[in-house]
């Protein structure tokens, strides 16, 4: 069993939930950008929810299926269509073989998920399946998914192999079919335009001018060309410290926002270094992550401060609505 990779896409990886308990010796996490659209998606098919799925950025590749398989796309709607017709977001999928997967102008979000039952014959890599670009490690060979690769799929789980029948059932004059039901849109983040991103105040804030404090909270940044997995880098209004001097590197994390000396912010992604010597003037809240991760270059994004009560009880709440679909979707497949 296997996708057959026609053509890549932009950037095509595989990933899971991320490399971690290695940063003390400088490995990086990785992982899914959109981590609750991978979640879900793996939910949809009868996955654990840590299992690996692809990450789709911005133009999506085209794949055959080389076996009948249960998939499910979650995260960016980058207009997907099999064998010509145009797939829904956010439910199982069910394909036969030599069915054609592929996609077309983005409608929303940067990054999307395909998740298939069962996931990928692939090997770990220090716990994880996740794809490491800069030091190849991970994912399919370390690296981006390229034309004629053919990446091997398990064989379908029994919850996957029960949903594949009952949806086919319902379509056997047709290649591939989807089903009607999919998770309450409002239980998991969804790509916005020009988002508002929820922080918390960084550690080293007060370093910062008044002036610059002021334009953080309220004037728009725009994502530049010049981002990648790591970070995305900022235009708008410069910031700068009170008074410039070396600081000691500290740990960063997914969302910490750093300013170099040039005053144009940086908010780290999946794949940022372990420490960073950049003043912290921020940190993007948990529950923001997704809303960040699926802002496509050249849009705009402004900054909302909120508390650390805030921001824990929007977590819970986000964790809350994850198990609420697993245990809806749970019964959806126990009694298909």
Known sequence: MSFNILSPGLL?????????GYQKQGIL???????????????????????????????????????????????????????GERVKMGRPVWVRRGSVLE??????GIRAYLAVAGSFAIPKVLG???????????????????????LPCVGLSPQGQKLWRVLAGAYPAKDWGQAK???????????VASPVIRVLQGPDYELFTESSQHAFWHQEFTVTSDSDRM???????????DEPRELLSSAVTFGTIQVPPEGHPIALLADHQTTGGYPRIAQVITADFSRLAQVPLGQKIRFQRISLEDAQY????????IQQIKKSLQFKIENA
């Open 181 to 191: 039901w999919t998770p309450d849109p409002q239980l998991y983040p969804q790509p």
């Open 231 to 241: 970070g995305y880098r900022l235009q708008g209004p410069a910031l700068f410290r």
């Open 314 to 321: 929007l977590y819970i709440k986000q964790e809350q609505d």
């Open 103 to 108: 996609f077309s102008t983005p409608r929303s």
């Open 29 to 83: 996490v990785s992982g899914a950008m959109d981590a609750v659209a991978l979640r879900v998606a793996n939910l949809l098919v009868g996955n654990p929810e840590d299992s690996a799925g692809l990450e789709i950025t911005y133009l999506g590749p085209r794949i055959r299926f080389e076996a009948d398989h249960l998939i499910a796309l979650m995260g960016a709607d980058l207009s997907p269509v099999l064998n």
């Open 128 to 150: 994880s399946y996740s794809t490491y670009l800069r030091a190849e490690i991970g994912g399919f060979r370390g690296r981006a998914l390229k034309t004629g690769d053919l």
């Open 12 to 20: 095509t990886t595989v990933q899971d939930l991320g490399r971690h």
